[in-house]
């Protein structure tokens, strides 16, 4: 609601035909950006600088002035200036004095200093009112036109209403400001440009972590066991069956694993008969990484269906087919039609076929401009409900597929199981348990924790 709201007054016209005048110090790439789209959207410019001069390069409506002349021209002034030179600040603290200072700096580490720079630059000029903005915004995007990705531009300060000037200047330039509250919060603000996919990292490192896995057990079992057993060499196995293998193996191990932590959470907190006591660090971040677990495992399934599409084009399976073919026209003998195997095989494919409908349902509805749209119980119903009839659907594709491979001695090389098998275990253990949780005796005292009542109330913090 909001949201839509500062969108809706984000997009409105400018009605009045020239705004305040708003003083930026620093005619560097990002004073200059950030002043170019300013007076685009109706601002008076004036910038302050050590060298007062225009050159090509300053927006031409701007005026260019020292910084205290600039300084008493406006009621805003954007500190685009890197925190090791705000020294040149405390001399102007006089004129400074119940100024709104904006700080739009940002630092090249995570926690460079032990204060933020906006709090340091309220310390250095005491008298004004400091207000962090537009440090997720770079240069290039204010000049280019291409916000898209990052219209959003967060703010804090301790003075409501400088911070309510500095969101009006926000949205007057097409941006949507989001309000993080007092100064308190500028460090963080100040860590977001620098983190680097901060919820992605467990999801690709374990991925990555299990295919690798994955791809030397199948190495072993698939190319080096017929290579020393039959003398039989499938290395080309490494280009398409291989990655088949492993595709849908981690598809399903992760799409479980995205459930797993909700199921561990209701057994924590039956354990506790509390919702109000943290669950351990572990599981906390288990679980906000839940999204990206499952993008993750869309991937996959993806993957599998691409490879699997190619199976009737590969020479190897190509082969085989008209080898059989011809020994069968050698023998005189066709095969005749197991209705056992067909069934098997109809199944397991139109189980893979559902599941991956419902998988990429998952995924479209976890795109911030789908979720956006939907109510928070839609929302849990698709990421829940759709969510645990996927990884049935997909965990039956798989048993389905196993058939009765699952007993055959032939399956095991090396006592090794298939792959597929392994990726079973996480599944199953999350669908049991699962299940058990909604029997009454669980799901009723389960219930009534999550709605606020306590068994122990000694857990609570
Ligand atoms: P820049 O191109 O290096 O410009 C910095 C400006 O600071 C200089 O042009 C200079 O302006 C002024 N300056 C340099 N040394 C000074 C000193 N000793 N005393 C007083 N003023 C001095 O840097 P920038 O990229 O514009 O970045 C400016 C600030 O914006 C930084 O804090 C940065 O973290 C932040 N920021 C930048 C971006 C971006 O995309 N570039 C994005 C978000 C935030 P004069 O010559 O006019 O005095």
New binding site residues.
Partial sequence: MNKNSSNIMALAPNTSNKRETVCIF??????RALGHKMIQSGYRVV?G???PQTSSLIPKDAEVLSHAEAAQKAAIIII????Q?YN?LIPLAEILHGKVLVD???NLKINEYPESNAEYLAQLVPGAKVVKA??T????ALQSGTLDASRQVFVCGDDMKAKQMVMDIVRALGLTPSDQGSLLAAQEIENYPLQLFPMWKFPILFSLGLTAFFFFYCLIRDVIYPYVYENTDFSFFIAISIPNRICPVLALILLALVYLPGVLAAIIQLYRGTKYHRFPDWLDKWMLCRKQLGLVALAFASLHVLYTLVIPIRYFVRWKMSSQIISQALNNKTAPLNNTYAWLSDSYVALGILGYFLFVLLGITSLPSVSNNVNWREFRFVQSKLGYVTLILCTAHTLVYGGNRFLSPSSYRWYLPNAYMLSLIVPCIVLVVKFVLIFPCLDKPLTRIRQGWERNPQYSE
């Fill in positions: 620093g005619t560097g790439d990002f004073g910038f600088s050590r060298n685009a200036i890197q925190r030179h040149f739009v700096s940002n537009f440090n915004v770079s240069a290039w």
